[in-house]
């Protein structure tokens, strides 16, 4: 009888996984990136030749290289940095 006491409470054990759900994603980090401003960015490029942004609650690994970079700031920045954009 002890056993099988054993063996039920064994099975309500099996780990639990988390409901944390990181909300991270490519585009997020992109967007964190264009923040961080062009000047910064292009260092890190200069520097490692590929911008690797980890994140800090699911440990996601983003990498962008100079292509992705100019596409970020082609794309993603068009409406922060000129703000009075006229026609
Ligand atoms: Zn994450």
């Known amino acids: 009888m ?3 006491f054993w063996q039920e409470q064994l099975e309500q054990y099996t780990p639990v996984t988390p409901r ?3 909300t991270c994603s490519r585009l997020r980090t992109g967007h964190m990136l264009v923040t961080l401003g ?5 260092s890190i490029l ?3 030749g590929v911008v690797s942004v980890t ?3 699911c ?3 983003y990498s962008f290289d100079a292509v992705d970079v100019g596409h970020l700031f ?3 920045s ?3 940095s000129h703000p009075g954009r006229r026609h």
Do not use: I, K, P, Y
């Open 2 to 4: 002890h056993r099988l």
């Open 20 to 22: 944390f759900v990181c």
């Open 38 to 42: 062009r000047a910064e960015v292009d």
């Open 46 to 48: 200069a520097e490692q």
């Open 55 to 57: 994140c800090d609650f």
């Open 59 to 61: 440990n996601a690994l």
């Open 74 to 76: 082609a794309t993603g």
């Open 78 to 80: 068009s409406d922060l």
